[in-house]
């Protein structure tokens, strides 16, 4: 069955760099999202991008963050100069269709700053 | 405003017994979706079931179940004899036009759930 990937599975780094999460979304699907999830809290809705473009972003995706889909296949997600509060799971999804459609979810990235 | 209100934060049970999630939502949205996702101890979201806003059948899978009533605005999830397996934290989610497209989900805080042997 496909599956989305995401790697690294844990990825640590000093706070001011800058990191890039990868994701592998399922191959026909068409609309890709970012996720985060401090521990212990709720899922956040970071961004969605569908057509080579940002389609939506949350007040959280500010200018440290960026997305790109450099090829038919990867899609990541860049902080540009981390912080201690970016400290959080990192979920790629993707999805068939827009209305409605199922998310699927990929393993998370584990980011720790500090 | 969109948003999901998973009020149980914790609940134990023991094995086989059967325990309801509730979950309530609220949207100014007629057109909508409903979601409900399992997060089990190793961290991945799994994806359980999604419902739209015009489908108030309530939908029964194997030992899950969930209803939905719109005139309540809740989409409750039932673990009939429930099993350790069924550990996780339990995520209800909503996805709606006004939220800026139908492309987020919006999710509830989680309810823990705990199966004890």
């Known amino acids: 069955e496909p599956e989305v990937t995401q790697t690294p599975s844990h990825q640590v780094t000093q706070m001011g760099q800058e990191v890039i999460l990868r994701c592998v979304p399922i191959?026909?699907?068409?609309?890709f999202y970012w996720y985060r999830q401090i521990l212990g809290q709720k899922v956040e809705f970071l961004v969605s991008?569908?057509?080579?473009?940002?389609?939506?972003k949350s007040e959280i995706f500010d200018d440290q963050f960026s997305v790109e889909r450099p090829d038919g296949s990867n899609f990541t997600l860049k902080i540009r100069s981390t912080k201690l509060e970016d400290s959080a799971m990192y979920f790629c999804?993707?999805?068939?269709?827009?209305?409605?459609?199922?998310?699927?979810f990929g393993p998370g990235t584990r980011l720790t700053v500090t | 405003a969109q948003k999901v209100t998973q009020a149980q934060t914790e609940i134990s049970v023991v094995e086989k017994e059967d325990v309801t999630l509730d979950c309530v939502y609220e949207?100014?949205?007629?057109?909508?979706?409903l979601f409900w996702y399992k997060q089990p101890p190793s961290g991945e979201l799994v994806f359980l079931i999604r419902?739209?806003?015009?489908?108030?059948q309530n939908e029964i899978s194997g030992r899950y179940s969930w209803n939905f009533q719109k005139s309540t605005s809740s989409f409750n999830f039932t673990i009939t004899a429930s099993q350790v397996v069924d550990s996780a934290v339990y995520f209800c989610?909503?996805?709606?036009?006004?939220?800026?497209?139908?492309?987020?989900?919006?999710f509830g805080a989680g309810t823990r759930l705990a199966v004890h042997p």
């Open positions: 999804a993707s999805s068939p269709d827009s209305l409605g459609g199922e998310q699927y």
């Open positions: 191959s026909n699907h068409l609309y």
């Open positions: 991008f569908y057509n080579n473009e940002i389609s939506e």
């Open positions: 949207t100014r949205d007629t057109t909508y979706y």
């Open positions: 419902r739209n806003s015009f489908d108030e």
């Open positions: 989610a909503l996805s709606g036009r006004l939220g800026g497209g139908y492309n987020k989900l919006i």
